[in-house]
């Protein structure tokens, strides 16, 4: 029988699993916390929500698992949270937990984490209200090359996310001075949107899935993806490529610990994720929000965040 836990509402996403024996793998803990560091709703939220629903209707764990969030700083309290964790604790991440410390904006790493495992990635999306008088995205660029600030950009949590340095390479290549776009940074896309359609911005950057519900509620206009081509699923809404600009820009989430995790407990994750992203549940939440599978186990995943720090000092050249 599972352990009953109280609800906890705190900012941080944790989802609490504990290990039972598993392919010879003895009980780790009777509880595991996921840390998913935003608000309810957010990227790493739906995303760790999603895996506790899944781990626990396919029984996969026999642990309770606790979904925690700690909103704040961009990632930077559920994530200072985490490492100081003994065990037990895991913690949603992005490419954020790599561009915070590149940025000065934090003295955390990803070397600072136990990596897990990536599981998945998803496009960016330039949005505004539904009633503006901006009705594509190559003359949103036009506009901007002409007067730079002439539209408020709304973003969230923070400067150097994906959904900004997307905009800001198809607006370098545009030939706008990306250094004097105005840029709002709000603490998540409801807060963003809500923005938008008080007219307090002109424009809004952020993932798919958090832009599809107002467009579903015919709120706002999708002007652009950062996909290669057009999406099925969304079939009206153009490229970047096909605005003129050639960007192709995915966001990652993956799934870290804290430091020092042992062998087994590595083992362990690896082996229940891997079964996980194999379940009908986990592709049936790749289709609804839209997302693509991107799995890699540990070792994998830790070579990719090499690459990825690489990559991201070479993009965050253009701050």
């Given at each position: 029988m599972r352990?009953?836990?109280?609800?906890i509402?705190?900012?941080?996403v944790?989802?609490?699993?504990?290990?039972?024996?598993?392919e010879g793998?003895?009980?780790?803990t009777?509880?595991?916390?996921f840390?998913?560091p935003?608000s309810?709703?957010?990227?790493?939220?739906?995303?760790?929500?999603?895996?506790?629903?899944?781990?626990?209707s396919?029984?996969?764990?026999?642990?309770d698992?606790?979904?925690?969030n700690?909103?704040?700083?961009?990632?930077?309290?559920?994530?200072?949270?985490?490492k100081?964790?003994k065990?037990?604790?895991?913690?949603?991440?992005?490419?954020?937990?790599?561009?915070?410390?590149?940025?000065?904006?934090?003295k955390?790493?990803?070397?600072?984490?136990?990596?897990i495992?990536?599981?998945a990635?998803?496009?960016?999306?330039?949005?505004?209200?539904?009633d503006?008088?901006?009705?594509?995205?190559k003359?949103l660029?036009?506009?901007?090359?002409e007067?730079p600030?002439?539209y408020?950009?709304?973003?969230?949590?923070?400067l150097g996310?994906d959904?900004?340095?997307?905009f800001?390479?198809?607006s370098?290549?545009?030939?706008?001075?990306p250094?004097?776009?105005?840029?709002l940074?709000?603490?998540?896309?409801d807060?963003?949107v809500?923005a938008l359609?008080?007219?307090?911005i002109d424009?809004a950057?952020?993932?798919?899935?958090?832009?599809?519900?107002?467009?579903?509620l015919?709120?706002v206009q999708?002007l652009?993806?950062s996909s290669?081509k057009?999406?099925?699923e969304l079939p009206?809404?153009?490229?970047?490529?096909?605005?003129?600009?050639d960007?192709?820009f995915k966001?990652?989430?993956?799934?870290?610990?804290?430091?020092?995790?042992?062998?087994k407990?590595?083992?362990?994750?690896?082996?229940?994720?891997?079964?996980?992203?194999k379940?009908?549940?986990w592709?049936q939440?790749?289709?609804?929000?839209?997302?693509?599978?991107?799995?890699?186990?540990?070792?994998?995943?830790?070579?990719?965040?090499?690459d990825?720090?690489?990559?991201y000092e070479?993009?965050?050249?253009?701050?």
């Amino acid at each position: 029988m599972r352990k009953k836990i109280m609800f906890i509402f705190v900012l941080v996403v944790m989802l609490c699993f504990g290990c039972s024996q598993d392919e010879g793998h003895e009980a780790i803990t009777d509880t595991v916390t996921f840390i998913a560091p935003s608000s309810i709703g957010g990227g790493w939220d739906k995303t760790a929500r999603a895996i506790q629903d899944i781990l626990l209707s396919n029984n996969l764990i026999d642990e309770d698992i606790h979904v925690l969030n700690k909103i704040g700083a961009g990632g930077e309290l559920g994530w200072k949270y985490t490492k100081q964790q003994k065990k037990h604790v895991l913690a949603m991440n992005s490419s954020l937990l790599i561009t915070n410390h590149l940025l000065g904006q934090s003295k955390l790493t990803y070397k600072d984490f136990t990596p897990i495992a990536t599981l998945a990635t998803e496009w960016n999306v330039v949005i505004v209200s539904k009633d503006s008088e901006i009705k594509s995205a190559k003359g949103l660029m036009e506009e901007l090359k002409e007067t730079p600030q002439a539209y408020k950009i709304g973003v969230s949590p923070r400067l150097g996310n994906d959904d900004q340095i997307s905009f800001v390479l198809a607006s370098k290549q545009a030939g706008v001075h990306p250094e004097k776009l105005d840029f709002l940074v709000y603490e998540n896309s409801d807060e963003v949107v809500d923005a938008l359609l008080k007219k307090q911005i002109d424009v809004a950057t952020m993932t798919l899935s958090e832009a599809k519900k107002y467009y579903d509620l015919n709120q706002v206009q999708l002007l652009v993806i950062s996909s290669e081509k057009r999406l099925k699923e969304l079939p009206e809404i153009p490229t970047w490529k096909e605005e003129g600009i050639d960007v192709v820009f995915k966001h990652w989430r993956g799934i870290m610990g804290p430091p020092n995790m042992s062998k087994k407990e590595i083992e362990f994750w690896e082996t229940t994720f891997a079964k996980m992203v194999k379940t009908k549940e986990w592709k049936q939440t790749l289709q609804t929000y839209m997302w693509e599978d991107f799995y890699m186990n540990s070792r994998d995943t830790s070579r990719f965040l090499d690459d990825e720090n690489k990559k991201y000092e070479k993009l965050l050249e253009i701050y």
